[in-house]
T-cell receptor
Framework: SQQGEEDPQALSIQEGENATMNCSYK?????LQWYRQNSGRGLVHLIL?????REKHSGRLRVTLDTSKKSSSLLITASRAADTASYFC?????????????FGKGTSLLVTP | EAEVAQSPRYKITEKSQAVAFWCDPI?????LYWYRQILGQGPELLVQ????????DSQLPKDRFSAERLKGVDSTLKIQPAELGDSAMYLC??????????????FGPGTRLTVL
C-alpha cells in the first residue's frame, strides 16, 4: 500500500522558477526520501532526511520535514528543462517488512524553456 | 559507475503466457527488491530479498508470481500465466544492507510489460 501522497499531482512552470512539491504520510517514520523518475526510466535517489532533521540541502534541492504534521516538501530552485520528471517521496516501512520503502503516487513536473 | 541491470527492457506477451524478468544488482548489494509500477502510480513492493532469502513477499500474488535469487546475486521474477492487469513497469532495486530506511535504493531501468 502507498503511504505517501504527493501534492500537487502535476506542476507546470517555466525555466528559472522554483518548484515546490509536498508529501504527506500517515504513520511515524525513521526517514523520508525523495526520488526522481524520468519518463519510462528507473528512479534516481535525490535526498534522504532523517526524522530528527527539519531541513536539508543538496545543490538546488531543499527538503523540509515536519514530523508533527507528517509532511515533507521538496523545493527545486532555479528550475531547468532537465528537471522535467516525476518526483516521489518514499517513507520507510516497519521492521517486519525489512524496512522496504513505501512510495507515494508522485508529482509530475514539467519545466518549459 | 556501477548500475543495476535489468532485461528485457520491453516485453509484449499475450494473456495466459509465461514471462520472466531478470535483474543483476550492484555488486556487493545484499538486498534486492522487485517493485511493480502501474502507469501514473508510484512503485509498490512485490518482494524483498536479503542475500538469497525472502524477507517480505506479502504483496506478491503467489498464485501466479514467483521470484528467486538462488545464489544471492541476480534474481528472476516470473509471471505465469500473465493477465491483462499485469501490464506495468517492473523495477528492480538494490541496497548495500538490509535497512533501506538508512540507505538509498539504486534502481534499474525497468522492464515495461504489456499483456495483450
Amino acid at each position: 500500500s502507498q503511504q505517501g501522497e504527493e501534492d500537487p499531482q502535476a506542476l507546470s512552470i517555466q525555466e528559472g522558477e522554483n518548484a515546490t512539491m509536498n508529501c504527506s504520510y500517515k504513520t511515524s517514520i525513521n526517514n523520508l526520501q525523495w526520488y526522481r523518475q524520468n519518463s519510462g526510466r528507473g528512479l534516481v535517489h535525490l535526498i534522504l532526511i532523517r526524522s530528527n532533521e527539519r531541513e536539508k540541502h543538496s545543490g538546488r534541492l531543499r527538503v523540509t520535514l515536519d514530523t508533527s504534521k507528517k509532511s515533507s516538501s521538496l523545493l527545486i530552485t532555479a528550475s531547468r528543462a532537465a528537471d522535467t520528471a516525476s518526483y516521489f517521496c518514499a517513507t520507510d516501512g516497519n521492521s517486519n517488512s525489512g524496512y522496504a520503502l513505501n512510495f507515494g503516487k508522485g508529482t509530475s513536473l514539467l519545466v518549459t524553456p | 559507475e556501477a548500475e543495476v541491470a535489468q532485461s528485457p527492457r520491453y516485453k509484449i506477451t499475450e494473456k495466459s503466457q509465461a514471462v520472466a524478468f531478470w535483474c543483476d544488482p550492484i555488486s556487493g548489494h545484499a538486498t534486492l527488491y522487485w517493485y511493480r509500477q502501474i502507469l501514473g502510480q508510484g512503485p509498490e513492493l512485490l518482494v524483498q530479498f536479503q542475500d538469497e532469502s525472502v524477507v517480505d513477499d506479502s504483496q506478491l500474488p503467489k498464485d501466479r508470481f514467483s521470484a528467486e535469487r538462488l545464489k544471492g546475486v541476480d534474481s528472476t521474477l516470473k509471471i505465469q500465466p500473465a493477465e491483462l492487469g499485469d501490464s506495468a513497469m517492473y523495477l528492480c532495486a538494490s541496497t548495500p544492507t538490509g535497512q533501506a530506511t538508512y540507505n538509498e535504493q539504486f534502481f534499474g531501468p525497468g522492464t515495461r510489460l504489456t499483456v495483450l
